[in-house]
């Protein structure tokens, strides 16, 4: 489900991280958490009186050390603009108004959705006059916050949670939702043309949420497939840092309405940081997964293909249990098997298991021995249970919940893999006590 986005946009050091970091702490009901293979925490899901939505902290992003601050802050504002529900712009009540915070107030009041202005630094109710000077800003009714003591913080999370738009699951649970994800210039499009033309069976192009690109819904041997294509990608400025920000958004918006991702790499160019980064957010959202090699064609050599496969293994190590296709959308190679998988991979995403086979591999998990221990305890399993599909998911009745260990968790999602496959699915495994 795709949960409404607030972007937290503003100068450098007016304590954008720090808000976002307190209106997280400011309550307990943290749904999930990313962070990317290379950077701090970009975004978080959060909730806050009933309702659960998705916070963008823009000040981890580098738009480029080539620009001016107010070129980078205007972008900033921009994307914020272009892809958020609520903007909560910061500004230093310490300081006052500076000319950058004017150049984004400007294109702020220009924006349809709600702008909520955020006044930082009021660390006492005695200096509570100073958000007087940016009612000039023009942007209505600044709100008197302190990041780093929490004061006004439950009051600015009130008025964002009056202000999100209601969410609305309007996808038909039997269509297999597709989303096509990766870099730009991965061939995204290429592959969605490429689909349709193979199958030229369109049933109807229809809006997705908000501000995303055209899902494409079409009909193959009875089975009704809805794409979410991001690559409108393209379409955005070419500056790499705002692509790159702007890919970010757009994955995750296409992730959480998904139930499989497709994975686009480019081939001839080989898996890198970011198609890594990308991967970890379908996994980490509970998306199936795919990886697509795509332009297969140019890999001309069996010793370029031997490279490229081995630095997958590498960098995509976590996503083992996910198919991995070589395909050419210019030429059509691999169209066909790569939906054969998506079909296999979604009969795999809803596949349950009975209680009474899972139980029978605890006991062969017990006859094997290899129970973690600490302080004269052992753990020990009673018995499990499959509780969810899409993703799936498991829960081990124990005696010691505390005593599980990562790499007990792995073990066990191994044994589960050995006996059932679940190709190209994350497992969701959690254990509880047995007493309670």
Not at 334 to 357: C, H, N, P, Q, W
Request: net charge neutral; glycine share 6%.
């Amino acid at each position: 489900m795709t949960y409404p986005l607030v972007a937290v946009v503003g100068r450098p050091n007016v304590g954008k991280s720090t808000l976002v970091n307190r209106m997280v702490a400011s309550q307990q009901a943290i749904v999930h958490e990313i962070a990317g293979v290379t950077r701090d925490r970009n975004y978080v899901d959060t909730e806050w009186n009933g309702k659960t939505f998705t916070i963008i902290d823009t000040g981890g992003i580098d738009f480029g050390a080539d620009k001016t601050m107010g070129q980078q802050i205007t972008r900033q504002a921009m994307l914020a603009i272009e892809e958020a529900d609520v903007v909560i712009f910061v500004v230093d009540g310490s300081v006052g108004i500076t000319a950058e915070d004017e150049m984004v107030a400007k294109i702020l009041r220009k924006a349809e959705n709600p702008v909520i202005l955020a006044v930082n630094k009021i660390d006492d109710t005695t200096h509570e006059s100073a958000i007087y000077p940016f009612y000039k800003l023009g942007l209505g009714e600044p709100r008197a916050v302190s990041a780093i003591h929490g004061l006004g913080v439950g009051d600015l999370l009130d008025v964002v949670a009056s202000l999100l738009p209601e969410v609305k699951k309007v996808e038909n649970t039997e269509e297999i939702k597709v989303a096509i994800v990766g870099k730009p210039n991965v061939g995204k499009s290429s592959l969605l043309n490429r689909f349709l033309g193979e199958e030229r069976v369109i049933v109807s192009e229809v809006p997705g949420t908000t501000r995303d690109a055209i899902d494409t819904v079409f009909e193959k041997d009875g089975l009704t497939y809805r794409f979410i294509d991001t690559a409108g990608l393209r379409k955005q400025p070419k500056i790499k840092e705002d692509i790159e920000y702007f890919s970010f958004i757009r994955a995750i918006r296409a992730l959480d309405r998904a139930d499989i991702a497709l994975i686009v790499i480019d081939a001839n160019e080989g898996p890198s940081a970011q198609d890594q980064k990308i991967a970890s957010f379908a996994e980490e959202r509970g998306c199936a997964s795919i990886i697509v090699l795509n332009k297969w064609d140019l890999i001309e050599s069996k010793e370029k293909a031997n490279r490229v496969e081995e630095a997958l293994e590498t960098k995509m190590r976590f996503l083992r249990y996910s198919p991995k296709l070589q395909v050419s959308a210019k030429t059509g190679r691999g169209i066909a098997k790569l939906f054969l998988s998506i079909k296999e991979v979604m009969k795999e995403y809803d596949k349950r298991v009975s209680t009474s086979s899972l139980n029978d591999l605890v006991l062969k998990i017990k006859a094997e021995g290899f129970q973690p221990s600490k302080g004269g305890r052992t753990l020990k399993i009673s018995y499990a249970a499959q509780i969810g599909t899409r993703p799936p998911a498991f829960v081990f009745f124990v005696n010691h919940p505390q005593l599980v260990t990562p790499s007990y968790t792995r073990y066990l999602e191994n044994k589960i893999r050995e006996t059932y496959q679940f190709t190209g699915c994350p497992l969701n495994i959690h254990f509880r006590s047995k007493y309670r």
